[in-house]
């Protein structure tokens, strides 16, 4: 008997239908002699209304009590998935984060799970039951209700395969698993069979939306493995696992684009502490900078370029200014039209030529390169956005490899 | 400084503008230099909307996970409450029913408060902070949610305000205060100015919507003061007090009226356990029947006559037709198109003649009673529904007194 977590998104829940759906699997998951823990988000669009009633109020409503006010649309949906295992003839029960202590710290919006108390879910499991969690939530120390930021219920749906030691977590999701690159991208895109973590946070973090950055980090932490797959089919979808050996076979697994925003600052003296004196008041804002360059200096100056993301451009720009008259740079100039394009693989540690290849590419398709990042099993570029969708095709035609699942 | 508990109804926050204009209200009763609780209802049609969404599943959805999913909009309606008192600038914190351990006994669906922890709510008081409460719900010995049965969030506010010992339990509705009969029914009712706990008791179990009859019991046992009256205006409602001297110059001060099922089990063998044979499976399946009547046998035979709620209609027929045959009873038969019209007032009990007016009144109006059940203060007949607004206009002109407010 195997324990299985399984955490659908709000696509997958997003009607009764589907919640009758979500409960014909999980039944049939647990009929086939399996233990079954389902953690369920939001039906879809219901987080976002719940939040405009707050904004209607005011632009900047209090973050405990907006807390208090997300965290019942998974509340909703984990009772209407408890009611639909039962009719069924399933045994169900829901227990939200107070009664199972999803403990967190007290970043409300944002918050950490610290710990989970399981008692009560491998008591239920042990009487039958499948149990169904509502994601996204937790507890602080004092009791005050807390959510996990966007996405977080598969991070909810991580912690607690890790805390129950579950054999797999399944996210169930809209799509049949990871792919090569965005298949609306890019029609010849390939789903991948096994990605490493290291992998799998190098895409989430290039905007891959199907994982949650902060689950893959969390199963790479507590060794859990990860089922990306359809809840409208039964194939096999993607296991995000630990590293293999023949992973390194594959130079590049994949390519992700997202859409930024690029400013730079222009001048900047070549001080000790001139960064910290720019990025210090950009984090304090809560902005998130993706990719930062800074080139040799000449004349003792030099200029710095980063980006965010598009809807924090104004509230950087602002930022940037004030600080670049503090520090006696020069002007500060941006760009909404850009895009990052990355490809990741762990066979990068090992071939060579990956990036040169990479670079030919683009220069084939007479695309200019505005920036270039690296990390280990990571290349990025900046580029003009108009031909983000170019640069993907060209790059996973001819770079992006196959994997075979291991026999 | 007083401490007052509001209590504010669906109606009262079916949107952003209400939520606004109460949370207006409580600042200013706060700024008045009250310490102040607001209990709020769910966003008026929010509790039906997520039932249906239940039912949609399945006709009889598990009663656990309906608490789990009912509570949800009192807890919406908190959070937006006490974020329209923050952005206003008044302090305000939301605590949910497992937060200050609003503790009931396990009747998911109809639990009944046994006790609230206060400390949390005093010490959030003495910090200057409007308390908000969301209704209706609480949590059982084993950190179950349950919530208290429709109309729920008048019990919460009393047993808050008996908990704290507040000066004043008000609430806050859409109507002006408790009427001497359903001002749309019948033109000429008027407003109630002081009414005792037993009459307002009597009038709240025939169906007067304005107050849940557990409040007014919790009110009596714990000598609340209610103050019913519109969210809408300052002008004085109806005061639910003690019983004073002057109240019983008054024979009738109300008439109420509720549409009801009625169900006959004829040829009920006439001896002893037979009335608890039949009762006791409709009991267990939660089911409340008001009116019982049992008339003198003949033959060794009896015909038992009882009223449900509409709703509960089916499900009774089911269970005792299943009682009838296992005792040997007849045939049993059942209407839905009844109604009660009662007449209630602490004047009844010195007053003589009472019901031979009511009797005659319905006579001349050529209305047929079906049955009668009376009470020390009150006298309840059960008629055809086609008759009962007549009956209520006809016996409202004919036998309600005014009460003046003492000076």
Known sequence: MSLIVQKYGGTSVRDIERIRAVATRAAATRAAGNEVVVVVSAMSGETSRLLALAQELTPEPDQRECDVLAS????VTSALLAIAL??????????????????????????????IDTARIRAALADGQVVVVPG???????????????????????????????AACEILTDVDGVYTSDPRICPRARKIDRISYDEML???????????????????????????????????????VEEESSMEDVEV?????????????HRVPDQPGLAAAIFGPIADANISVDMIIQNVSADGMTDMTFTVPRSDLAQALRIVRATADTIGAGHVDATETVAKVSIVGLGMRSHAGVAARM?????????????ISTSEIKISIVIDDKFEELAVRALSDALVGTREEPA
């Open 72 to 75: 019942s649309g998974e509340q």
């Open 86 to 115: 039962r009719s069924g003839g399933c045994p169900a029960t829901s227990f939200q984060g107070h009664q199972i202590r999803i403990a967190t710290d007290s970043a409300f919006g944002r918050a950490r799970i610290k710990s």
């Open 136 to 166: 996204f939530q937790g507890v602080d120390p004092g009791g005050n209700v807390t959510t996990l930021g966007r996405g977080g219920s598969d991070t909810s749906a991580v912690a607690l395969a890790a805390a129950l030691e579950a």
């Open 202 to 240: 190098e895409l989430a973090s290039l905007g891959t939306k199907v994982l949650q950055i902060r689950s893959v980090e969390f199963a790479k932490r507590y060794h859990v493995p990860i089922h990306v797959r359809s809840s409208f089919n039964d194939t096999q979808g993607t296991w995000v």
């Open 253 to 265: 697994s994949g390519v992700a684009s997202d859409r930024e925003a690029k400013v730079t600052v």
């Open 359 to 371: 670079f030919r590419t683009l220069a084939d398709h007479r695309i200019n390169i505005q920036m």
